[in-house]
């Protein structure tokens, strides 16, 4: 058999209960004496006993212990209810603020990771090249198939074929080709050769220098490659 289950109740209450208990069982104790004393007097008849309006029955004190009771039991069952409900928000709202901080110093990292990036890219990006540079071409990429395919990515197959054939003609394609009797130099055999100089201080040695220098000649004198070979067919020169 399982023990009852002892409702928790505060000291309060107790102290309450047990002042309600005392009250009625001091008016019982009053009633007893004088029900005693009508039973054993010879000269009075017995009379049922009649309640004062000052005394209470122990049933009527009781209801009200047990309504009080049942009062103070609601009220404590009320202030949980809103203790808890309080909690439930207090800790959805420490929720939510925690969510937010999240997001913001989430926030925060995508942007210093972007302007990492940025950064990186930036500092990894070509940087331009100055007038020297451009003017002066690496040694490892200065060779005559080198300067026939910078050719080709500025001329369209037929000015190329003109260019080439142009070329041919004057040097044979030999970068170092010299004329003996007017000292012209070059794969355009330049007169002199020291024009070149304009494209780089690297003529002498270059095939892309020289390329360089003998598209812009061709471009300013006769406005096309084709131009220049048309002309050069006609007088053996250009």
């Excluded at 399982?2 to 409702?7: G, L």
């Excluded at 004190?61 to 049942?70: E, P, Q, T, V, Y």
């Excluded at 930036?122 to 050719?151: D, I, K, L, Y």
């Excluded at 390329?211 to 048309?230: D, E, F, Q, V």
């Amino acid at each position: 058999m399982s023990r009852p289950k002892i409702p928790n109740v505060s000291w309060r209450q107790c102290r309450i209960a047990a002042a309600l208990l005392m009250a009625g069982l001091l008016a019982t104790a009053a009633l007893t004496p004088q029900a005693d004393a009508q039973d054993h007097s010879p000269t009075r008849e017995h009379k049922p006993a009649v309640l004062t309006p000052t005394m209470t029955p122990l049933g009527d004190i009781l209801h009200a212990s047990r309504f009080d009771l049942a009062t103070a039991l609601n009220l404590q069952s009320a202030a949980q209810t809103k203790a808890h409900q309080q909690a439930v928000a207090e800790a959805a709202a420490k929720r939510r603020a925690t969510q937010a901080k999240e997001a913001a110093q989430h926030r925060a990292e995508e942007r210093a990771a972007a302007q990492r990036r940025a950064a990186l890219r930036e500092h990894s990006a070509p940087q331009p090249a100055s007038r020297t540079q451009r003017r002066t071409v690496p040694a490892q990429a200065a060779t005559v198939t080198g300067a026939q395919s910078m050719a080709r990515s500025q001329l369209s197959s037929t000015q190329y074929q003109c260019l080439s054939s142009l070329v041919s003609r004057e040097s044979g394609w030999n970068h170092r080709a010299q004329n003996p009797s007017s000292g012209a130099y070059g794969l355009f055999q330049a007169l002199p050769g020291s024009k070149m100089a304009s494209a780089g201080s690297d003529w002498q040695s270059n095939p892309l220098t020289q390329m360089r220098w003998g598209l812009s000649y061709i471009k300013s004198r006769y406005g096309t490659p084709c131009g220049a070979w048309n002309f050069w067919q006609k007088n053996r020169w250009y």
